[in-house]
């Protein structure tokens, strides 16, 4: 219940583009939502996560200049760069010797670090590659297209990688059970 409140603010974003085909009132309601959201998270459960701070303040600036400059590219730009600080994040975390992967899931899955290493690796420049097909998508396709992509085009790929990964830990798990 808690994951699909979490992706509300990306369905009233389309179900308003859908109805309107107008991408400024959509992203109007997405900052909106994504304002609501964070109050009753914060109402609820006394925090916001740091992922959900970013996406927050990331969504009302991007969607800030897209109502006042009237440019849907500018909201276009931030699932891209939510991905990219995403990969950031895991890249500077196993510089400094803290997986974040390990930390999330670790108490469930047991890896040596090279394995965790690798899994981190992967998922950056899988999230580095979705901000740029994200902006691929923006470009060259129509805005339509984009907020169709947005929200059933990468979360499908995040879902496929996060099962790609699944099968991966499971044939290593597998592996060192021989």
């Not at 959900?52 to 730009?77: R, Y």
Request: net charge positive; with cysteine; glycine share 6%.
């Amino acid at each position: 219940m808690k994951s699909i409140f979490e992706f509300l603010v990306v369905i009233l974003f389309f179900v308003t583009y859908e109805l309107t085909k107008n991408i400024i009132l959509a992203t109007e309601v997405a900052i909106g939502a994504g304002l609501i959201q964070a109050g009753w998270c914060l109402y609820r459960y006394r925090r916001l996560q740091t992922m959900q701070w970013v996406s927050l303040l990331l969504v009302i600036v991007f969607g800030g200049a897209t109502i006042l400059l009237k440019n849907p590219h500018f909201i276009m730009w931030k699932p891209s760069v939510l991905f990219w600080i995403m990969a950031t994040g895991l890249f500077f975390s196993q510089l400094l010797n803290k997986n974040i992967l390990k930390s999330t899931i670790g108490k469930e899955i047991t890896l040596p670090d090279t394995m965790w290493r690798k899994l981190t690796y992967a998922w950056v420049v899988f999230l580095l590659v979705l901000g740029g097909l994200n902006l691929i998508v923006a470009y060259n396709f129509t805005e339509e297209q984009w907020v169709n992509y947005k929200l059933f085009g990468s979360p499908v790929l995040l879902f496929l990688f996060a099962i790609g990964q699944s099968f991966y830990i499971n044939v290593f798990q597998r592996k060192d059970q021989l």
